[in-house]
């Protein structure tokens, strides 16, 4: 069975400062990683996804995110954050074997301070 | 491009009511669909899954049920409300394990 582990439901961090959210993942077959952002009282949006080749995934909004198969994670950063950041960040899998399943972590809560 | 509709966006219902929430997707064909219910600090609980018309795969024995009459409809329903129901539910479709998830805006319901 798969599971996401997103150790920080909350994370603070000031304007302007680096950020990374933690997503590690268990499964027994190869999986598809996938990060998501939720804006209050709204559905998820897909932020990015890790499918196959280069380990490093960039969004168009400056985060970026490494798979890394020996620590089974896909840790979600961004150098410089903004107030318009602030939302809940999820971390998804997929894995390869057809049962169209989608398994989501907990959530982490990002919350930029001015 | 694809859309997808979901309604309402909030409902108040009583303990022991009836239940029906609907989710259409348009601008694509043999979706798979999904429900799922978000709880605070839960994250995201899968509900039901459906690959095709007819074709309902159920995650967790509970309250609900779900249908799929046509192919890009999916509705959750309920016969009888619980004050456990309470919660954000959210559909979402995707054309496979390697595609993303396209949630629609969610229904807030609550239960008195």
């Known amino acids: 069975a798969q599971s996401v582990t997103q150790l920080d439901s909350q994370v603070p961090v000031f304007e302007e400062a680096p950020v990374e959210l933690r997503c590690n993942y268990s499964s027994s077959v190869s999986v598809y990683l996938f990060w998501y952002v939720q804006y209050p009282n709204q559905g998820l949006q897909l932020l990015l996804k890790y499918l196959s080749g280069s380990t490093l995934v960039e969004s168009i909004n400056g985060f970026e995110a490494e798979f890394n198969k020996s620590q089974t994670s896909f840790h979600l950063r961004k150098p410089s954050v903004h107030i318009s950041d602030t939302a809940e960040y999820f971390c998804a899998v997929s894995d390869k074997s057809g049962t169209y399943k989608y398994i989501f972590g907990t959530g982490t809560r990002l919350k930029v301070l001015a | 491009s694809q859309t997808i509709h979901q309604w309402p966006a909030t409902l108040v219902q009583p303990v022991g009511s009836p239940l029906s929430l609907e989710c259409t997707v348009e601008?694509?064909?043999?979706?798979?669909l999904y429900w799922y219910r978000q709880a605070a600090g839960r994250g995201l609980q899968l509900l039901f899954y459906s690959v095709g018309i007819g074709q309902i795969s159920s995650e967790v024995p509970q309250n609900l049920s779900a249908s799929r009459p046509q192919d890009r409809q999916f509705i959750l329903s309920s016969k009888k409300l619980l004050l456990s129901d309470s919660g954000f539910y959210l559909c979402?479709?995707?054309?496979?394990?390697?595609?993303?998830?396209?949630f629609g805006d969610g229904t807030r319901l609550s239960i008195l």
């Open positions: 979402a479709w995707s054309l496979g394990d390697s595609q993303p998830q396209h």
């Open positions: 601008g694509t064909s043999n979706p798979n």
